[in-house]
């Protein structure tokens, strides 16, 4: 008999509520393709990519294999002061796939260390140049950049702050939220179009409180994942692109979920033609099998630095940071099996194909539903919006998703949004299943 005892003595699960969980455990045993099987023996379709992490289907023969490959060549060596041969092809890879001249690849872990990793550069940069008093970060409210202090500070989702709020960096502020719920609540496959200019804030009020001479960067997500596929303003991305460059402050591009073909483009860079000065990736980099992350920087970002090493000696390091496993060999292995897969299957249009379904179907299902206030489709993802619960938010939408998860469905849900972001593979009656599903259960909970 397989092992179910799932009573919670020792493992401690992560943004879950544990004892709901305790419950009514949902345990993942095995999958293959776009389903899971349970350790209740169910088949569950994954309608999330797994966190937006599985883009090209579970259990990916060619990938699996590129690990096994790597594991008995070569399967781990230090990654200071030495390296190894599939981080640098990997490197490559990723810079070439990468716009304009994003082309310097720092290895790290995850999307938290990706984002700490890009303001630690964001700061040796200014320091470099003789700008050290540049430490002023700038995120945006519902931004999510993972779960480190740097990230969590720059970040704007309060439930992921309100326990921490004694360690958040100091000198941070946050922009205006990208969502107006009374004008752009339902869009698909467009961005939404504001009479208003959202960044008049950045320009007018956070750029002058601070002065802009001491701000070290701005850093956004494309588009708003975590908080529940928000989607900027039509024009939003380059101008704040234009807003930086007036200042001389970095842009950063958290592309954690947005990058790898989420957006039926390499990155969400390209589908905004918007070429940041950093790019921040992890998840689909390696089709989730084996953690990597990493912080793409422009040439003038990585010349800087080491401009600024100069005149130190050769021996001397120009920037101190990095990780055990960064840049680790199997995952790099993954990593290029992975962009193997992606470019041969043409996955970016297929992402971009399936995202119009998806979007059509979204709105044809559910915008008529009980409580429904916004749904919100662009690239291969949508989310729709219900009101909260008067006193209780959130409950409404995490009764809908384990109530879809019942029915054979996994969804996420975010505050009262449940998503849909599934594989890139995935097949348009799956899609009808998916958001049948899910507008069953809103009516079903109405
Ligand atoms: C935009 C963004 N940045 C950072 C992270 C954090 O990534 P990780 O959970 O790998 O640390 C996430 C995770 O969902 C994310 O969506």
Redesign the pocket.
């Known amino acids: 008999m397989a092992y179910q005892n799932f009573n919670m003595d020792s493992h401690w699960l992560p943004f879950t509520p544990n004892r709901s969980f305790q419950k009514d455990p949902r345990v993942f045993v095995a999958a293959d393709g776009m389903h899971f099987t349970t350790h209740d023996g169910r088949q569950v379709i994954d309608g999330i990519s797994s ?2 992490c599985v883009g090209a289907g579970h259990n990916r023969r060619e990938i699996n294999e590129a690990i096994k490959k790597q594991l008995d060549t070569l399967d781990y060596s230090t990654a200071f002061n030495a390296s190894n041969d599939k981080a640098f092809q990997a490197a490559e890879r990723i810079a070439a796939l990468a716009p304009g001249d994003l082309n310097k690849v720092l290895f790290c872990n ?6 700490d990793t890009s303001l630690k550069v964001a700061l040796a940069y200014h320091r470099a140049r003789g700008e050290g008093q540049r430490n002023v970060f700038i995120g945006r409210e519902r931004g ?4 480190g202090f740097g ?1 969590m500070s720059v970040g704007g989702i309060p439930a992921n702050r309100k326990a921490f709020g004694t360690a958040l960096l100091p000198r941070v502020d946050h922009m205006r939220f990208i969502h107006d719920p009374l004008k752009t609540a339902y869009y698909n496959g467009e961005e939404p179009v504001w009479d208003e200019d959202l960044l008049a804030e950045l320009e007018n009020r956070i750029l002058p409180l601070h002065d802009p001479s001491n701000v070290a960067a701005v850093i956004v ?1 494309p588009v708003a ?2 908080a529940g596929w928000y989607v900027p303003p039509q024009g939003y991305l380059k101008r704040l692109r234009e807003i930086c460059d007036k200042h001389g402050i970095l842009l950063i591009f ?4 947005t990058g790898f073909g989420r957006m039926g483009t390499p990155f969400g860079a390209d589908f905004y033609g918007v070429v940041p000065d950093m790019l ?1 990736f ?2 689909c980099v390696t089709n989730g099998v084996i ?1 990597l ?1 990493g912080v793409i920087c422009r040439q003038h970002v990585y010349d800087a630095v080491m401009d600024g090493s100069a005149k130190s000696p050769e021996h001397a390091i120009e920037l101190f940071h990095g990780y055990t496993y960064s840049g680790h060999p199997v995952a790099c292995a993954a990593a290029l099996a992975t962009l193997d897969v992606l470019r041969d299957e043409n996955l970016f249009a297929r992402a971009a194909q399936m995202g119009r379904v998806l979007g059509d179907a979204m709105h044809a299902a559910l915008k008529d539903l009980p409580h429904v206030v916004s749904i919100r489709a662009l690239g291969l993802a949508g989310a729709v919006e219900l009101a909260s619960l008067p006193g209780q938010p959130g409950k409404r939408a995490y009764d809908v998703f384990v109530e879809c998860f019942h029915q054979g469905v996994l969804v996420r849900s975010a505050g009262d949004n449940l998503v849909l972001a599934p594989a890139y593979v995935v097949e348009p009656a799956q899609i009808e299943q998916m958001v049948g599903v899910l507008a069953a259960a809103v009516k079903k909970l109405a």
Do not use: M
Request: hydrophobic share 30%.
């Open positions: 966190l937006w995850s999307g938290s260390e990706a984002a999510y950049h993972g779960v990230g997500e994942g975590s958290d592309e954690v979920i921040n992890a998840k953690p992350g």
